[in-house]
């Protein structure tokens, strides 16, 4: 098992654990299997369940280092879904600038919708359909992967 200084240890050994949460099926199948590449990569269809696999990562003590969040997406949106985590975080003792990279992956390009998504404590935001190199080039920043 390799432990991270961020904290996030994956029982594989890889590098990184993601929870991609996507509602469409084609963009969530492109999505797990580029990411599947470095380490392992979790699905939840809408917020509501990706609320419940987060809380349920910090419950059994290990964290998601990257979550690709829709915007758009039945029971709960991605918006609301993100602040529901960074509450949870915050009620861990996790500051959102040394928690769970969140990058919103949308259809949605409205510049006040970005600028509300920011402001939610998201840390990127690449619109649909996804350019997996600019998705590469953001996990690389955040030195999630080498």
């Not at 580029?34 to 269809?45: D, N, P, Q, T, W």
């Not at 975080?89 to 919103?104: A, C, P, Q, V, W």
């Not at 006040?112 to 649909?128: G, H, M, P, S």
Request: aromatic share 6%; proline share 2%.
């Amino acid at each position: 098992m390799s432990t991270r200084k961020t904290g996030l240890a994956t029982p594989t050994g890889k590098h990184l654990r993601t929870l991609l949460v996507e509602d469409d099926f084609t963009s969530r199948l492109l999505l797990q299997t580029f990411l599947s590449r470095y380490g392992e990569c979790h699905i939840a269809v809408n917020g509501r369940e990706a609320v419940d696999a987060f809380r349920s990562a910090l419950e059994q003590g290990w964290r998601y280092g990257l979550i690709c969040m829709d915007i758009r997406m039945p029971e709960m949106d991605g918006r609301e879904a993100v602040r529901q985590i960074r509450a949870l975080e915050e009620e861990h003792g996790i500051l959102s600038t040394h928690g769970t990279k969140i990058i919103m992956t949308t259809t949605v390009d409205d510049v006040k919708e970005v600028i509300q998504c920011f402001q939610e404590l998201c840390d990127a935001y690449l619109t649909k359909p996804i350019d997996l190199s600019k998705l590469l080039s953001q996990i690389k920043e955040y030195q999630l992967v080498a």
